[in-house]
């Protein structure tokens, strides 16, 4: 049996090959990575998932109220990585899996999606690597039968596409997990880091800012005229492509507070001034 | 619902993407392509492989004495991909298999494997790309515990190796044929075929050379001094690196009966003048 430093020296010696274990005197790229699947309804499912996630070296996995979990089928069907079943954070909510989270790639059978840019696996594998630079990074896999919601996908900075047959284009879900990890791994192989530009904002930090942003927006009376839920969606478009940093959102943040004390300060005033009038 | 055409119309419009469907006004590369699957054992990955191939556009496939077949596992796990199952030809032997094959790639779990060369999923298909020009190509799976047999890996010209965590290498079959079809529309994307310099012998043709090399050394008394199997791996090696044409294996073959006529002429010879002698 081989041990990692006989394979690294093999590995050294034979040259062209994946030099997947020269990542030993590196960080592991891949060490940030986490796994997101989001209320898969066979538990086998997620055990395959955790073994292909296994043979290429991740370690994350997260569940979204999956509907059996843990289960007899998914360990089966792990075949040895238990540990990573044995690790994996149930969570209650899209929001709660992404928890410090700078950078969330989502799955979509579509091949464009109206509220986030679509790339290849291949094309978009390097840039998780380098967002992982920054902080936790997510990948996001819907359900089995009707994939990502739409309110799932705006809550990601960048949609991934496996290209597909247009006659049958539905990937296992452990299948979608296993050529992702594959294609993570071969992207690892080439990856050159480089010092992150920003320091780009938590899932969490960005979900308060749009949830101060539809309330402000519905204050001011903006939404009168708008449709909230797709107006949300452009405003989310807009802020995914910008990447947006810690202190942006306070500035951000700080504007829609003023915002709002002035609309409540205008409101206040002309209730003083019309005090036979209704207000609402 | 979209067709391919407006597919096509769309892909074109959005540029940079698989071209997947602009395969329309040519041969489709991934038509001569059969995926193997020797003596599987549980039916669900033989349904999950054909599904596996059906979302790539692979509809090849050739089973060799798998232990249940037809099974309503397989049908399930096809989650649609029915028509791959209908159609899949259950072999008695990996020689009936690889029938009219002029190509064939064995997956191994092992880095290196004395009998062949070994390759990465991205440095070969393209390469079997180009082989599927002269003829019908096949990707050859092992079984779910232990691959593919020496013998078995014998029979092919390359091999390839999913680079994987070296502590946990062992992939799903049905997520490798998933990580080896989808290798294949990436490598279909861009693939250029040239006109084939060679006219490959077929994998027949090829056993048929090996049987009678194998018999005409022994009949020589070659194997006196040397190990048969270790031997005819080696000649198995390098005749797979030559690519050998059918009309070299008509000379090679004419070679054998003649060297064989010339034994047999000796031997008759011999006995002629040593009547006394017994023969054997």
């Known amino acids: 049996m081989h041990n990692q430093y006989d394979l690294f020296n093999e590995l050294g010696k034979s040259g062209a090959y994946f030099s997947w274990y020269c990542v030993l005197n590196k960080p592991n790229p ?57 690790d994996a954070v149930v969570c209650g909510s899209i929001d709660e899996a992404l928890q410090g989270v700078v ?13 986030i840019a679509v790339r290849t696996p291949r094309e978009a594998m390097p840039q998780l690597l380098q ?15 009707s994939g990502l919601t739409n309110e799932e996908m705006g809550k990601a900075q960048l949609g991934v596409n496996i290209p597909a047959n247009p006659e049958f284009s539905s990937l296992n879900v452990a299948a979608a997990v296993q050529v ?31 949830a101060h942003l539809e309330k402000t927006l519905f204050e001011i009376g903006f939404f009168t005229t708008q449709n909230p839920a797709r107006l949300m969606q452009r405003l989310r ?10 202190e942006e959102i306070n500035i951000l943040r700080g ?3 003023v915002a709002t004390e002035y609309n409540a300060r205008l409101k206040k005033r002309y209730a003083e001034e019309h005090p ?4 609402h």
Not at 131 to 145: K, R
Not at 237 to 242: D, G, N, P, V
């Open 131 to 145: 967002e992982a630079q920054a902080g936790p990074v997510a990948l996001l896999f819907g359900t089995e039968m």
């Open 276 to 279: 036979d009038v209704q207000q």
């Open 180 to 210: 992702m990890a594959y294609e993570l791994v071969a992207a690892a192989e080439s990856f050159v880091p480089r010092v992150p530009q920003i320091e780009p904002a938590t899932h969490e930090r960005l979900e308060g800012l749009y």
């Open 103 to 115: 950078f969330t790639v989502a799955m979509t059978a579509r091949l464009r999606d109206i509220s």
């Open 30 to 86: 891949l060490s940030g990575i986490r796994v997101v699947l989001s209320h898969t309804t066979h538990p086998g499912n997620i055990g395959a998932a955790a073994r292909a996630m296994k043979t290429m070296g991740l370690r994350h996995l997260y569940l979204i109220n999956p509907r059996h979990f843990p289960d007899a089928q998914a360990t089966a069907m792990a075949a040895g990585a238990d540990d990573i079943l044995q």
């Open 237 to 246: 478009r807009l802020y995914s492509r910008t990447r947006l940093e810690d």
């Open 255 to 257: 504007m829609l507070t």
